[in-house]
């Protein structure tokens, strides 16, 4: 059993599709063993963007992940990394393909529904920047 972190943006809970994402992770048979909801506040934001804290769009998408509080899901299932980015599609909404939950859903690059891990070792990383171990259950 594979875990990944999920984070559900702005844009999702601003436009309500929070029920409609969920349930297409659980169609696909991911199964939800942690959720909150939590501000990004600045040292989140610059920890868990750190690998673009430097460009100049980075303000950008720290205001945009701060404007309200998110919900971030510990998903887990078969291969749920890749199965999760696979349903997502990719990052840029407007290149992403009908069936895709970006495609569908999302507007552009940053208002794009979801975050989720790209790898295991980033799953590991965000996971455990998000919660604690007691607050996961499995």
Request: proline share 5%; no cysteine.
């Given at each position: 059993m594979q875990r990944t972190l999920i984070l559900l943006k702005p844009d999702c809970l601003d436009?309500?599709?929070?029920?409609?994402?969920?349930?297409?992770?659980?169609?696909?048979?991911?199964?939800?063993?942690?959720?909150?909801?939590?501000?990004?506040?600045?040292?989140?934001?610059?920890?868990?963007?750190?690998?673009?804290?430097?460009?100049?769009?980075?303000?950008?998408?720290?205001?945009?992940?701060?404007?309200?509080?998110?919900?971030a899901l510990v998903l887990e299932g078969d291969g749920v990394i890749q199965g999760i980015r696979d349903l997502l599609g990719p990052t840029d909404s407007t290149v992403a393909p009908s069936g895709t939950i970006r495609g569908d859903l999302g507007t552009d690059r940053m208002k794009n529904v979801v975050h989720a891990s790209d790898s295991p070792e980033a799953a590991l990383v965000e996971i455990n920047r998000f919660f604690d171990a007691d607050q996961i259950c499995g």
């Open positions: 436009q309500r599709l929070v029920g409609q994402v969920i349930t297409r992770f659980e169609e696909k048979g991911y199964g939800i063993i942690a959720s909150k909801m939590i501000q990004l506040d600045e040292r989140l934001l610059n920890e868990h963007y750190s690998h673009v804290a430097d460009l100049p769009f980075f303000p950008e998408i720290a205001a945009f992940m701060s404007s309200r509080p998110v919900l």
